[in-house]
């Protein structure tokens, strides 16, 4: 291996060497400036504890700071080592420093630059929503235009827009060719991937740790992906293509590698019970990385099968993110502080009578009636036990109340726990199923392991089935 491609190797080295120290450094750099944070009035209450202490937040710039610091460090260990001085045919000495240049991995550094200013960009933007609360029509649009520059690169790289057409169902391929170009509308996915993989891991938030811990599954699982790809055996040794392939997936390990190592070190310190909260700068930062990984090593699609989670978190969440159904500030599961466990949040509904008053939380009266469509999917959602509702009336015709439309409400809903009235009216005990905070982020980490399983089985697996 190592005489195959023996500059990149230094830089494996490097990154792993960086990782390590990266744990290390981002555990000092939070409790040396949590503080600070807090005193700056960085801090949130814990919604999910019964004493109402807040903790500092966005913590996750120091960890974003760390990580910068690390690549910035990491750029002489794999490019100085770079063949620069060749020796001319002709003993030229100009001609001679030529070729040494067009030895120098160019397109690499350009790329790893490029990576530079995308997490830079996402850096800034989860900050700015930390301190401004920034509204989604101007989050959304930040994201695909900070791509460009790694549109431009991948583009510069030879970049294919094609996708291959599978095999099953059969005839697929006489309509549409073996292979469909997509052009132009390759590059709006890629774009519309940064903004996805961004915002998908901060909706999928609320409970300690579990922002980190979703990065930190994703990020192993890619790098996993990645040593795949180190055996040369995998493609023809020594062809271009193969090298090249070699190249993009070390290009990924160089900058997946100290995430592994920053997020193990913010684990520690956000994991149940939290001391500090990430904040918007960790999910966009984390987010970021993904995407950038995944377009500069030419395997976007691959990371959005590391997504599946997130994807479903992401789906499920469209009524509500697209108001069909009423969206609140917080969607997190509530919690019981006699029993020290979860259960899902709500929505209610208006009956369109003026009985809604009765309704705990109507603060914003009059509340609106679900509409037909909310009705009809949401009823299709409880089919599927994801959400819990209740009704007005009998006929179970007008919804009352759904819990919201998170895959956390979710797993706790498909695991039986019920919604429990916030105010002492309930007159039977509560006899359901319990989870707590550390069960349901367990649960929602064994969901993710599921998901990156999932990935890689069809990645490899069905992949090989279906594009024969
Ligand atoms: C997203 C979610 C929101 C969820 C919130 C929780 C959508 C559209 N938005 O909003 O529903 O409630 O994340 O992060 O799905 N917090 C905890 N425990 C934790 C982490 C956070 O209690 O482990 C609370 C703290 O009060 C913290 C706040 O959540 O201050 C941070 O919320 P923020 O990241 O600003 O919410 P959004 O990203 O806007
Ligand atoms: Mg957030």
Request: contains cysteine; positive net charge.
């Amino acid at each position: 291996l190592i005489l195959y491609y023996d500059n990149a190797f230094p830089g494996l080295f490097a990154a792993v060497g960086l990782s390590i120290l990266g744990f290390w450094l981002t555990s000092i750099a939070i409790s040396r400036t949590k503080d600070v944070f807090a005193a700056r009035g960085f801090q949130g209450r814990d919604l999910l504890k019964s004493n109402a202490t807040t903790i500092p937040e966005s913590l996750g710039l120091p960890t974003a700071a760390v990580y910068m610091a690390l690549l910035f460090l990491f750029i002489p260990f794999r490019y100085f080592s770079s063949q620069l001085q060749g020796v001319s045919k002709t003993g030229d000495d100009w001609e001679g420093r030529m070729d040494g240049r067009m030895g120098f991995p160019h397109h690499e550094l350009a790329s790893f630059l490029s990576a530079l200013l995308s997490f830079s960009c996402a850096i800034v933007l989860g900050f700015l929503d930390d301190v401004f609360d920034i509204r989604w029509r101007y989050k959304l649009p930040i994201p695909i235009i900070s791509s460009i520059p790694l549109l431009m690169v991948y583009y510069a790289g030879g970049g294919g827009t094609s996708v291959v057409v599978p095999g099953w169902p059969r005839g697929l391929r006489t309509v549409l060719g073996s292979i469909v170009e997509l052009g132009p509308l390759y590059y709006v996915y890629m774009s519309l991937l940064s903004t996805f993989c961004t915002n998908s891991i901060n909706i999928l938030a609320g409970i300690n740790g579990v922002e980190v811990g979703q990065a930190l599954v994703i990020a192993l699982s890619l790098v996993l992906n990645d040593v795949l790809y180190l055996d040369p055996r995998a493609g023809q040794p020594g062809s271009r293509s193969s090298t090249e392939l070699l190249r993009r997936h070390l290009l990924s390990l160089y900058l997946l590698l100290p995430l592994v190592g920053v997020c193990m070190g913010l684990l520690r310190w956000n994991r149940y019970p939290s001391r500090v909260f990430v904040g918007d700068t960790f999910c966009y930062f984390a987010g970021m990385v993904f995407s950038t990984v995944g377009i500069l090593g030419h395997f976007s699609k691959t990371v959005l099968l590391f997504f599946a989670p997130q994807l479903f978190n992401f789906l499920l969440s469209c009524p509500q993110l697209f108001g069909l159904v009423p969206n609140p500030r917080h969607r997190v599961p509530r919690y019981d502080a006699a029993s020290d466990s979860l259960y899902p949040s709500i929505q209610y509904f208006g009956s369109g009578t003026d009985a809604d008053g009765e309704l705990p939380n109507t603060s914003k009266s009059p509340l609106r009636p679900a509409s037909l469509v909310a009705t009809w999917v949401l009823k299709v959602l409880a089919g599927l036990r994801l959400v819990q509702l209740d009704f007005y009336d009998a006929e179970r015709r007008r919804i009352k109340s759904t819990t919201n439309l998170t895959l956390l409400n979710a797993i706790l809903v498909l695991r039986g726990v019920r919604h429990r009235p916030q105010t002492n009216q309930a007159q039977t005990p509560y006899t359901g199923p319990r989870i707590g905070e550390r069960h349901l982020w367990m649960h929602a980490m064994a969901c993710q392991l599921a998901g990156s399983a999932l990935a890689f089985g069809i990645r490899y697996w069905i992949a090989a089935v279906v594009f024969p």
